[in-house]
């Protein structure tokens, strides 16, 4: 079995558990060992993998990426990616809260979008408008601040 295959299937084998200490300390542990193992090309075809999942195991993937010492995987872009292409709020509500915030100047994030298109960014911005109708005022005024700039980006890709 290959091992995007293999990632796959080991979330797959386990998604019923709703311990969140068994997430934590024991298959999210063993789903970053698997992404860690992962060579330049076989992580690249996850990045693309990860996207094509069901919303409930791309969710699940977010919470071994960051613990991952693989160096060719850049934990921040594929985080944005799953968040833009996840329909589902429950995950969303829980997902704006890491990286999406850090979407604007003066921070560094914003450096993942310069290859986006103007349709991946829509994504991202509609997605971050659909949370802030369930997230508080304080997270809204960060998240305004977003997709304000996310919407300058948007113009600039349509005048190109």
Excluded: G
């Excluded at 290859?115 to 911005?125: C, G, S």
């Amino acid at each position: 079995m290959n091992a995007i295959k293999e990632i796959k299937n080991y979330i797959l084998e386990h998604i019923h558990i709703e311990n969140p200490e068994v997430w934590e300390f024991e298959l999210t542990p063993n789903v970053t060992k698997l992404i860690n193992s992962l060579n330049q090309t076989e992580t690249n075809d996850f990045c693309n993998s990860v996207l094509e999942w069901e919303d409930e195991i791309s969710y699940l993937i977010t919470l071994s990426i960051y613990d991952s010492t693989n160096s060719f995987l850049d934990a921040t872009l594929l985080y944005i990616n799953i968040f833009s292409k996840i329909k589902d709020i429950e995950y969303l509500e829980i997902l704006v809260e890491n990286d999406i915030p850090f979407i604007r100047p003066p921070y560094d994030t914003v450096d993942k979008l310069k290859d986006w298109n103007k349709k991946q960014i829509e994504n991202l911005k509609d997605n971050i408008i659909t949370v802030m109708t369930v997230k508080s005022d304080s997270w809204n005024e960060t998240l305004k601040e977003v997709v304000e700039y996310l919407n300058k980006q948007i113009e600039n890709k349509a005048s190109r």
